[in-house]
């Protein structure tokens, strides 16, 4: 049996989650931006971490 009121619950949480981040990304270029953004960040971060671990290595100055 499914219930009304988990069903209801969860709808409201993901409503929650995407309000902001589809109010956000008005076009699809806007999408495209934010997506941008976020592998820059993710890649900064990789390179940074690579650096950190190499120096812990030694392998780094």
Do not use: F, K
Not at 20 to 31: D, F, I
């Amino acid at each position: 049996m499914h219930d009304p009121l988990i069903n209801r619950s969860l709808l409201l949480a993901g409503l929650i989650v995407l309000g902001p981040a589809l109010s956000a990304c008005n076009t699809v270029e806007g999408a495209g931006e934010d997506v941008e953004s976020v592998g820059d960040a993710v890649s900064e971060a990789g390179e940074e971490a690579g650096e950190e671990i190499g120096e812990e290595a030694g392998e780094i100055d």
